[in-house]
C-alpha cells in the first residue's frame, strides 16, 4: 500500500524556519519526482516544489524560491521541504504527492498519491 505521511508542520514567527518530512511507504521514492503542494482556506491548492529523479532536478513555485529547498533522504525514504525566511502568506496545508513519473510536472490532477496534509502557521 503507498502511503505519504506528512510532519513537521506547526506555529511559527515571520522571518522563522521549519522542516517538514513527508514519509513514504509501499515505494521508493528514490524512483518518483515528489512534490509538495500546499493550500490555503478559500485558495486552490498550489504547486510548492517538485525534486525529480534526475540529479539536480528541482522545481520551485516564484514565491517561495530562494527561501524553500526540497531534498530526500535515501535510508530514511523521506523527502523534505527545508522553509526560511517565512511569510504570513505562507500560512497553509502543506502536502506531499507523487504522480509516480520521473519528472516534475506539479499539477493537482496528476497526483496519484496524496499525503494527509500539515499545517503551517506563519503569525506574529
Known amino acids: 500500500q503507498v502511503q505519504l505521511v506528512e510532519s513537521g508542520g506547526g506555529l511559527v514567527q515571520p522571518g522563522g524556519s521549519l522542516r517538514l518530512s513527508c514519509a513514504a511507504s509501499g515505494f521508493t521514492l528514490d524512483y518518483y519526482a515528489m512534490s509538495w503542494f500546499r493550500q490555503a482556506p478559500g485558495k486552490e491548492r498550489e504547486g510548492v516544489s517538485c525534486i525529480s529523479t534526475e540529479p539536480g532536478s528541482t522545481y520551485y513555485a516564484d514565491s517561495v524560491k530562494g527561501r524553500f529547498a526540497i531534498s530526500r533522504d535515501h535510508d530514511k525514504n523521506t523527502v523534505y521541504l527545508q522553509m526560511n525566511s517565512l511569510k504570513p502568506e505562507d500560512t497553509a496545508v502543506y502536502y506531499c504527492?507523487?504522480?509516480?513519473?520521473?519528472?516534475?510536472?506539479?499539477?493537482?490532477?496528476?497526483?496519484?498519491?496524496w499525503g494527509q496534509g500539515t499545517l503551517v502557521t506563519v503569525s506574529s
Open positions: 504527492a507523487t504522480d509516480m513519473e520521473r519528472l516534475c510536472r506539479v499539477q493537482n490532477r496528476l497526483m496519484d498519491y
